[in-house]
């Protein structure tokens, strides 16, 4: 079965500082990854999602980016944090092509200071 | 674009029955999930719905209802362990993301 690494759990950082966050999945090959953030007690919001290595798709314009430079690895990244990129993190996969059924990793709490 | 709308919270009491309404407007539309989400946790996957009718899963069941863009989660014989929040979610017409509701939180009560 799928299994999604991330880390690390909590982060604190400062405003302007940059952010690195990972996410590693196995038992799975060429699987959909998907970035999310939910700010507390509120939705989930997709952030980018990658159909393959190399291939990006951003939904929400701002300061994140995101790679793919393995099958199995989704990296977000920001040069400089602000305020409004507090929130939970999540990493998810699908398998076959669908988005239906999706597994979540166990999230990064970030705040921003 | 897509919007869902679901109740922001719902109570219940232990062995009852609840119904989580989800109703949406797409522009593209494949088939309705929902997730399930316990405090400080990630979400996990509960049920899907491509058809019109009913999906069993032990407690709990979805329905759907294509031509009214509606949709429900049933959950029976509620338990404490129940009490988390539900999201509908919408998958688009290229199959690659889901749109997610706000969330409906459940609180089950003794």
């Known amino acids: 079965s799928q299994t999604i690494h991330q880390w690390p759990a909590t982060l604190v950082q400062p405003v302007g500082s940059p952010l690195s966050l990972e996410c590693t999945v196995e038992?799975?090959?060429?699987?959909?990854l998907y970035w999310y953030r939910q700010a507390a007690g509120r939705g989930l919001q997709l952030l980018f999602y990658?159909?393959?290595?190399?291939?990006i798709s951003s939904e929400v314009p701002q300061n994140l980016s995101a790679s793919r430079p393995q099958d199995r690895q989704f990296i977000l990244s920001s040069k400089k944090l602000l305020l409004s990129d507090s929130g939970f993190y999540l990493c998810?996969?699908?398998?076959?092509?669908?988005?239906?059924?999706?597994?979540f990793g166990p999230g990064t709490r970030l705040t921003v200071l | 674009g897509q919007s869902l709308e679901q109740p922001s919270e719902v109570t219940a009491v232990e062995g009852a029955i609840v119904q989580i309404n989800c109703t949406y407007q797409?522009?593209?539309?494949?088939?309705l999930s929902w997730y399930q989400q316990h405090d400080g946790g990630a979400p996990t996957f509960l049920s899907y719905?491509?058809?019109?009718g009913l999906e069993e899963t032990g407690r709990f069941s979805s329905f759907l209802s294509r031509s009214d863009s509606y949709g429900y989660l049933l959950l029976q014989e509620l338990q404490m362990k129940d009490s988390a929040s539900y999201f509908c979610?919408?998958?688009?017409?290229?199959?690659?993301?889901?749109?997610f509701g706000k969330g409906t939180m459940l609180l089950v009560s003794p």
């Open positions: 979610a919408v998958e688009d017409s290229g199959y690659s993301t889901l749109t």
């Open positions: 797409t522009s593209g539309f494949y088939g």
């Open positions: 719905n491509g058809l019109d």
């Open positions: 038992g799975t090959s060429n699987p959909n």
């Open positions: 990658s159909v393959g290595i190399g291939q």
């Open positions: 998810a996969l699908s398998e076959g092509g669908r988005a239906n059924e999706q597994f």
